[in-house]
């Protein structure tokens, strides 16, 4: 379990195609602390450890995983934002986010506000996912609270250390980005949709 509060970023060393499935070589300073079957939040994406040399480590994603989420599209030298799991006696400074990625979404707006950034996505609402005004949603592995919430688009708002901090400083109007919709909303609609049945 993760909370969507980055820790660090990681950049990508190298790429290896092994069948469907590829593996990520990336670097990063808290790399060293890491245990090999550990779990890794890397762009929202929870992944498991599979080498540690220093600084550098190693995961693998399997096909179902890049066909769901931005990783397909990372290139060598892009940066990912990392979490690890959440410690038994650890603060949820975000909210609950279990590294399983819902769906993308495309960023259809970005806006300097002169010290913070706003921040439009638009995602196929057709997949039954939903965010709520001032609800939490967790955008490439980062907890972030939800204004402006549509059908199928919705609005973040992202102070300086969050974009500087994270990869939001890379992310543009066109780009593709990771979502995890609230676990608690993603169940209560579940039971309410089998009343309404």
């Known amino acids: 379990m993760f909370t969507g509060i980055v820790e660090s970023l990681a950049e990508v060393i190298d790429i290896k195609e092994e069948g469907t499935n590829k593996t990520f070589t990336l670097k990063s300073p808290i790399a060293s602390d890491f245990k090999i079957d550990q779990s890794i939040s890397h762009n929202g994406v929870c992944l498991t450890v599979t080498e540690v040399i220093g600084d550098v480590y190693k995961v693998t994603a399997i096909e179902e995983t890049l066909l769901k989420t931005n990783l397909n599209a990372v290139k060598q030298s892009d940066k990912l934002?990392?979490?690890?799991?959440?410690?038994?006696?650890?603060?949820?400074?975000?909210?609950?986010?279990?590294?399983?990625?819902?769906?993308?979404?495309?960023?259809?707006?970005?806006?300097?506000?002169?010290?913070?950034?706003?921040?439009?996505?638009?995602?196929?609402?057709?997949?039954?996912?939903?965010?709520?005004?001032?609800?939490?949603?967790?955008?490439?592995?980062?907890?972030?609270?939800?204004?402006?919430?549509?059908?199928?688009?919705?609005?973040?708002?992202?102070?300086?250390?969050?974009?500087?901090?994270?990869?939001?400083?890379?992310?543009?109007?066109?780009?593709?980005?990771?979502?995890?919709?609230?676990?608690?909303?993603?169940?209560?609609?579940?039971?309410?949709?089998?009343?309404?049945?």
Not at 84 to 91: E, I, K, L, S, V
Not at 114 to 133: K, M, P, R
Not at 148 to 175: C, K, M, Q, W
């Open 81 to 197: 934002n990392l979490e690890r799991c959440m410690p038994a006696n650890g603060r949820f400074d975000g909210h609950i986010v279990q590294g399983h990625v819902d769906q993308t979404a495309v960023c259809i707006k970005k806006e300097n506000r002169d010290g913070s950034w706003l921040f439009d996505f638009q995602y196929d609402a057709g997949l039954g996912n939903i965010t709520v005004e001032k609800g939490s949603i967790c955008i490439n592995g980062v907890s972030l609270t939800v204004f402006n919430s549509e059908n199928d688009t919705f609005r973040v708002a992202i102070i300086p250390y969050t974009y500087s901090f994270t990869n939001f400083h890379a992310l543009n109007e066109g780009d593709v980005a990771n979502l995890e919709f609230d676990i608690l909303g993603k169940y209560i609609k579940r039971i309410l949709g089998r009343y309404q049945a």
